[in-house]
């Protein structure tokens, strides 16, 4: 079993910055993919950024390329969210994934054990 605690989540207004943090514990994947998605009231689940364990490559959905960066530290087993530049259609709760596979995949049925989630609200 994989437990994932995300943190960081909270209340800002547009343009600010939240960084969010996903710690892993348990079994860990060494090699395998972890993610971040985000659902918003009323809408489906969708991929926000990915980034392999071992490997470092990343992938983002186009919304929130360029304001976003995923990255990891191994050592202490967590992966993180930097998100600037917030907008308000960034308002959601944003989850933390992770599959077993090293590839990044964008669809939520690819990853094994998700976080419980974090409320992200940007204000206008």
């Known amino acids: 079993q994989v437990q994932l605690v995300e943190s960081g989540g909270g209340l800002v207004q547009a343009g600010g910055s939240l960084r969010l943090s996903c710690a892993a514990s348990?079994?860990?994947?060494?090699?395998?993919?972890m993610a971040w998605f985000r659902q918003a009231p009323g809408k489906e689940r969708e991929f926000v950024a990915a980034r392999s364990w071992s490997y470092g490559s990343t992938d983002y959905a186009d919304s929130v390329k360029g304001r976003f960066t995923i990255s990891r530290d191994n050592a202490k087993n967590t992966v993180y969210l930097q998100m600037n530049s917030l907008k308000p259609e960034d308002t959601a709760v944003y989850y933390c994934a992770v599959r077993s596979g090293s590839v990044a995949v964008r669809r939520p049925g690819g990853y094994d054990y998700w976080g419980q989630g974090t409320q992200v609200t940007v204000s206008s």
């Open positions: 348990g079994r860990t994947f060494s090699s395998g993919a």
